[in-house]
């Protein structure tokens, strides 16, 4: 086949693009993301050839080679790994399937050069890094059990090259033809194999495959020098040894070698036990959530060993869904070494460590929120609705719940911070008998809503919820400290001192002496509304919207029509502010005339606008609008 030209999909070119005007600072890092790559290829076909032993042929080392050669600038990293076929140097080098990807684009191009770059480092661009330093790449590769090769070489600009090419081995070599400053002019010298030994001890000694290189070795006076091969990286696995042996900063290279990590982790969980069953996790929380950790095609799962020899990547067994955040490894004697996904997933061991394992992970995290509160909140702002999910899904399960239910963290009214159930119930007035919460899509709007203004009088604090999940996952735990949550926004709603109860007793005696009125500006609004009342809650605004007591809650009813549910619909109740003018107004138009437009006009409004204070919009926003104008003009 003759040389076939073809173009990057459109993201990647942009992608590309903010690799070559790098805003990488670490112009290191492309060694790591390479040699990680052909370290995964020899995992492949390692895992392979288990069931298949003819795919390996007399070849049966795996290794990466490393050649940087001065006389052409460039470096070459060849793996003897599973390579590619041409249809997957396509879809793997020339496209990126990550979803979120357009997400990050966008957000990288609103960023400044900082932030861009602390952004970059949650996506990761791997093999595309080769960038960095090169301003051509050349990849050779050939699948092993095929006995074709293709080459792909671009400039990064916006197309690459394909060609058949003869390779007499299997696997795949990586050409850097290295732009001129990583050459030894000024700061780095990629060309010199010293220096490429001590890029590989700092970000890849862990690798679990030999990285060789050529080393020249003086002979004799007038001897010619003699090249001999030596493995560069230890291959020790960290997690085997003491963690008193350990430094963070030897944690933090192995999670960004072993896990494609381009930033520190928050924290390292590296647990050890003897138990039923004897396993080692080394487990890590990430600075920053992935972009796509809440999509379906994020890969959720820990690395497998049996006793430190590599089994799988991304085992999803061990924990559950909801700490899919959590990243790391988990080695265990106990575990069969050639297991297959399907075996695992009944594996007895398997569910015991994961358990245990989930167990030691909750502890660890009560620990942080203990002893390292604002760590725990840097957590809690990345992954928190992990954990509110977590508490979702273990709605039969009160012992799941209980575990999870003190590491769960609400903005209040208080000021803008974080706290803990029970840092608020411990701050309840005696006369308090509920958790009081409120639900809006962020704090300002529901210090707007009308009921709060009461609650601020009296110097109550509620508790904000403002992601969607929130409401469920409050709805599930039901209460805390034998207190129930209630909503703000409820109809049953009431505050338990003696000052709310008199007011209270006087509004339901004005509302005795109003029934007539009321019922009529429930048919004026037209069914939309289950009941008009008066109400004792507000004090300035003149209504507000409530649900009923066992009916979902507006914003509920939001996210399930957005999800195409429209079978959960709330329970709407009107309340009106039997202190407030426009209350008088209402009374008089419908002394003069219930059936005249102006009355009606004024109960659709008032409606409209208590739907607009919930951030729903009215029906018919026209009709409001004509309506508003109407009154300010009269
Ligand atoms: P990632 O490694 O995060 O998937 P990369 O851009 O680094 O992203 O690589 C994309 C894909 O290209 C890899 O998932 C792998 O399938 C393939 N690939 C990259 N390098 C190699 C290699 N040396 N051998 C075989 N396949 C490779």
């Given at each position: 086949m003759p040389v076939e030209k073809l173009e990057f999909q459109a993201e990647t070119k942009r992608l590309l693009d903010l690799v070559i005007n790098s805003i990488?600072?670490?112009?290191?890092i492309f060694l790591r993301e390479l040699i990680s790559n052909a370290s995964d290829a020899l995992d492949k076909l390692r895992i392979e050839s288990l069931t298949n032993k003819e795919l390996l042929g007399d070849n049966e080392d795996f290794e990466i080679f490393i050649v940087p050669d001065e006389k052409t600038k460039t470096i070459t990293i060849s793996d003897n790994g599973i390579g590619m076929t041409r249809e997957e140097v396509i879809n793997n080098i020339g496209t990126i399937a990550k979803s979120g990807t357009k997400d990050f684009l966008e957000k990288i191009r609103e960023s400044s050069n900082a932030a861009a770059q602390e952004l970059i480092g949650q996506f990761g661009v791997g093999f595309y890094s080769a960038f960095i330093v090169a301003d051509k790449v050349e990849l050779i590769t050939r699948k092993t059990g095929t006995d074709s090769a293709v080459k792909w070489t671009s400039d990064g600009a916006g197309e690459y090259e394909l060609e058949d090419f003869n390779k007499d081995s299997r696997g795949t070599t990586i050409i850097l033809h290295l732009k001129k400053e990583f050459t030894g002019d000024d700061e780095y010298n990629f060309t010199d194999v010293y220096e490429i030994e001590r890029l590989i001890k700092k970000y890849s000694d862990f690798v679990r495959y030999p990285i060789k290189m050529n080393f020249e070795v003086k002979g004799k006076e007038g001897d010619e020098p003699k090249i001999e091969i030596r493995t560069v990286n230890s291959m020790k696995p960290l997690w085997t040894r003491s963690k008193s042996e350990i430094t963070r900063e030897e944690y933090d290279e192995f999670f960004k070698q072993?896990?494609?990590?381009?930033e520190s982790p928050l924290e390292i969980f590296h647990i050890k036990a003897e138990g039923t069953f004897e396993y080692t996790a080394l487990v890590c929380i990430p600075k920053h959530a992935a972009q796509?950790?809440?999509?379906?095609?994020y890969e959720a799962g820990l690395q497998l060993y049996s006793r430190h020899v590599f089994i799988m990547d991304k085992c999803k067994d061990f924990l559950p869904d909801w700490l899919r955040f959590m990243k790391g490894l988990v080695d265990s004697p106990d575990l069969p070494l050639n297991i297959s996904r399907e075996v695992l997933q009944q594996s007895r061991e398997v569910k015991v460590i994961g358990k245990a394992l989930e167990k030691s992970i909750l502890k660890q995290l009560g620990k942080l929120l203990k002893d390292e509160r604002e760590k725990y909140e840097e957590f809690w702002t990345q992954f928190g609705k992990s954990l509110k999910i977590g508490v979702y899904n273990s709605m039969f399960d009160v012992k799941a719940k209980d575990s999870l239910k003190d590491l769960l963290l609400f903005q209040t009214s208080k000021d803008g911070k974080f706290y803990t159930l029970a840092e608020y119930v411990e701050r309840m007035p005696d006369f308090q008998k509920k958790i009081y919460v409120a639900v809006g899509k962020d704090a300002a709007a529901i210090e707007r809503l009308p009921q709060m203004e009461l609650l601020r009088d009296r110097g109550l604090e509620v508790i904000y919820l403002t992601d969607p999940v929130d409401e469920f996952t409050i709805d599930v735990l039901h209460e805390y400290a034998e207190k129930e949550f209630q909503s703000i926004t409820r109809e049953n709603f009431e505050l338990d001192d003696a000052e709310s109860q008199k007011t209270k007793a006087e509004v339901e005696e004005i509302a005795k002496t109003r029934e007539d009125l009321l019922k009529d500006v429930k048919e004026a609004i037209g069914g939309a509304v289950h009941e008009v009342r008066l109400t004792s809650r507000l004090k300035s605004s003149a209504v507000c919207l409530v649900t009923g007591e066992n009916s979902p809650s507006l914003s509920m009813e939001k996210t399930f029509a957005a999800m195409n549910n429209p079978m959960f619909k709330a329970v709407q109740i009107l309340e009106l502010n039997p202190n407030h003018a426009v209350f008088n107004k209402l009374e008089s138009l419908h002394a003069q005339d219930k059936n005249s437009q102006a009355f009606k006009n004024l109960c659709t409004t008032l409606y409209d606008l208590a739907l607009l204070i919930e951030g729903v919009m009215p029906n018919n926003p026209a009709d409001l609008a004509n309506k508003v104008t109407d009154l300010l003009t009269k």
């Open positions: 990488y600072t670490n112009k290191e072993q896990l494609h990590e381009w796509n950790l809440y999509y379906s095609d």
